[in-house]
């Protein structure tokens, strides 16, 4: 369900900050066994890769919508290609996480 929503949300036209909360309520069940996590240098510098780009990307939006400034070329397109590039990066992630968990016995809940 997380690379479901992460790609709905990465592919969707529109992006709003919102968005984020639909797979970030996810992420505690991901996070745990992923590749994120259990590979510290990769997660910590994926994470700051989403945010550096996320905070660009607000940015550039927040001089567009707040300020009145044309930020569209090359400012918020070019936020919105690097922010699109991490996520996917991000995505694939998730998904070759899911892939390799397919063989694996599912971990017990309480």
Known sequence: ??????AFVSFNK??????????MV???FYLPTSTLMTRKYLGLGISALWIVTQGLWLQQGFQLEFLGRSTFVPG??????LFFLVNS???GIIV????????RKPIPTI
């Open 89 to 91: 990066l991000i995505l």
């Open 96 to 103: 070759s996480d899911v892939g390799s968990r397919a063989g």
């Open 1 to 6: 369900m997380l690379s479901q929503t992460f």
């Open 76 to 81: 918020l397109w070019t936020a919105s290609l």
């Open 26 to 28: 996810l992420l505690p």
């Open 14 to 23: 529109v992006c709003t900050s919102q968005y984020f909360l639909w797979y």
